[in-house]
Nanobody, 121 residues
Framework: QVQLVESGGGLVQAGGSLTLSCAAT????????MAWYRQAPGKQREMVAA???????TYVDSVKGRFTISRDTPKNSLILQMNTLKPEDTGVYYC???????????????WGQGTQVTVSS
């Protein structure tokens, strides 16, 4: 099974930016729609951004206009560019196949360790 490894998190001040990467051990394009998820402290994990194989992007309202999801196909990676970060963006970020917001995944992969994003006010 394809394994996913997230990286790029850190501590940043409100208004700052971070770029997250999700490296896959196999072809990410074979997995169908991919997504980034966020689990804030004390809350359930939620999907915040998704991208289909055709490149169509979907975002949850709270990140629209600030986050950009993309694929780096040669590197088998999923990218999340996060700008104008807010304290409420704090959480552990994970990647996986898109499984919410109407998406029906071809596969559901094991969840990785995630990468911690902390936004200070």
């Amino acid at each position: 099974q394809v394994q996913l490894v997230e990286s790029g998190g850190g501590l940043v001040q409100a208004g700052g930016s971070l770029t997250l990467s999700c490296a896959a051990t196999g072809s990410i394009n074979s997995l169908g729609a991919m997504a980034w998820y966020r689990q804030a402290p004390g809350k359930q994990r939620e999907m915040v951004a998704a991208i289909t194989s055709a490149g169509t992007k979907t975002y949850v309202d709270s990140v629209k206009g600030r986050f950009t999801i993309s694929r780096d196909t040669p590197k088998n990676s999923l990218i999340l560019q996060m700008n104008t970060l807010k304290p409420e963006d704090t959480g552990v970020y994970y990647c996986n196949t898109a499984q919410e917001m109407g998406f029906i995944p071809r596969y559901i992969l094991n969840w990785g360790q995630g990468t911690q994003v902390t936004v200070s006010s």
